[in-house]
């Protein structure tokens, strides 16, 4: 069966956006409405295991989180983690259960690829998990045939990006059984909303893709525009 998952980088609901479920939590609003949200507060603090046990409760069975790797691990060490930091990691996100749908490590701008590095990283992180994972480089030494074939070789996809850093950035790579778009907002990133044409433009080439599963997150949040493209997003899918 083909999985669609259309969300936002977290689960606030804009005062503009009304809850189509009245009662509960943000997230069992949400929950309601999207089926899929990233988390991305585990990049700068780590979480009880009760709060992440709360969140997997909290929403429906078909309902799956994307949860960002700590900045200590993609911008402090740029891959170079120890195994027990890696571990640290994973053992919350797992707390999600079934409902931890993919990991998703995003690398600083000047985050060089190193072959050794990446290897090493990829080998223990696979020796630990071996679930989705998805990487968003944003260096260009990233975007060559050999990159792509080292995400292969070790089933990792490469995030779909805009604004792209680099044109290859557009596009995701590595791993083919999935793709995962992070849209942050363009031209102003984090702010700027996408126009219709452009929703309509992505609805179509999702329909047409015949990729198994898909993930679509918006992550221009500031001023709300996250919610309402993603709720149109998913209105030009259904229709």
């Known amino acids: 069966m083909r ?7 977290g689960w606030s609901i804009p005062k503009q956006f009304p809850a189509t479920a009245p009662h509960g939590t943000h997230l069992v609003r949400y929950s309601e409405i999207f089926n899929c949200a990233e988390i991305n507060s585990s990049f700068n603090r780590s979480h009880r295991l009760s709060t992440w046990k709360k969140w997997a409760n ?10 960002k790797a700590p ?6 060490a740029k891959l170079a ?27 600083p701008p000047n985050s060089i690829f190193n072959p050794t590095t990446a290897k090493t990283f990829f080998t223990m992180l696979r020796d630990l ?3 989705n994972c998805v990487i968003e480089p944003r ?3 990233w975007f060559t ?5 080292l995400l292969q070789s070790f089933r990792i996809a490469r995030v779909a990006a805009d604004p792209a850093r680099v044109p290859q950035a557009a596009y995701a790579a590595g791993w083919g059984e999935l793709i995962y778009c992070r849209l942050h907002g363009s031209p102003r990133i984090y702010y700027s909303p996408y126009p219709e044409g452009y929703l309509r433009s992505l609805a179509a080439s999702f329909a047409a893709h015949p990729t198994k599963e898909i993930w679509c997150i918006f992550d ?10 993603a709720q149109c997003l998913k209105h030009f899918l259904a229709s």
């Not at 900045?71 to 402090?76: A, F, G, R, S, V």
């Open 220 to 229: 221009n949040t500031v001023f709300g525009a996250a919610f309402g493209n």
């Open 139 to 141: 260096h260009a030494t």
């Open 145 to 149: 045939p050999d990159v792509d074939d």
């Open 3 to 9: 999985s669609l998952r259309i969300g936002t980088a």
């Open 71 to 76: 900045k200590t691990i993609t911008h402090e």
């Open 58 to 67: 909290s929403v429906p069975n078909d309902f799956c989180f994307s949860v």
């Open 81 to 107: 983690c120890t195994q027990a930091q890696l571990q640290n990691f994973l053992t919350e996100a797992n707390a999600l259960g079934d409902k931890l749908g993919t990991i998703l490590f995003q690398l």
């Open 129 to 131: 998990y071996s679930r």
